[in-house]
């Protein structure tokens, strides 16, 4: 059974840490830090997607200000398995695989704002109905759609 050692308090003048712990040096490692928490957030989702397609397990510590001294915040990240998107088939036959390739960019965009909204929500730990969830949204809504509901994410993130 591993053990983590304890997340430290960053060091100097309060500002947002996202700190990953790296088990191949049994160490905690600064991801991202910024003076405001959305840049320090939506780093965070990205860093929690990249190393979830690449096998790893993840664990994050977020601090930040708090009365003007360190406070650290809940950014728990619950192991979840990696899941691969189905390819994207198109319905209408074609000579070339131009079509596909652009359904397939398409997908990729909106899969890829729909996430971005989430991340700067402070929802970058999908768990796997989440992540069904949104694999639907962006098979059945329009780009249009889809940015305008990342929008809503921010700004109710804002609120």
Same mark, same amino acid.
């Given at each position: 059974m591993e053990t983590r050692p304890e997340c430290a308090r960053p060091q100097g003048a309060p500002r947002w840490v996202a700190l990953f712990y790296r088990p191949d040096t049994a160490s905690w490692q600064v991801g991202a830090q910024a003076p405001d928490r959305s840049p320090v957030l939506y780093a965070l989702g990205e860093m929690t997607q990249t190393l979830r397609a690449r096998g790893d397990e993840v664990t994050v510590a977020l601090w930040g200000p708090k009365?003007?001294?360190?406070?650290?915040?809940?950014?728990?990240?619950? /192991?979840v398995t990696?899941?691969?998107?189905? /390819? @994207?088939?198109?319905?209408v036959p074609s000579a070339s695989a131009e079509p596909t390739k652009l359904a397939e960019r398409m997908h990729d965009r909106r899969h890829q704002v729909l996430?971005?909204? @989430?991340?700067?929500?402070g929802l970058y730990d999908l768990a796997p109905d989440d992540v069904t969830a949104v694999q639907? @949204?962006?098979d059945r809504l329009d780009e249009t759609t889809v940015r305008t509901v990342a929008d809503w994410l921010a700004t109710a993130a804002e609120r």
């Open positions: 009365d003007e001294d360190w406070h650290r915040y809940d950014a728990s990240a619950t /192991p990696p899941t691969t998107s189905a /390819p @994207l088939t198109t319905s996430m971005a909204g @989430l991340s700067k929500a639907t @949204l962006v």
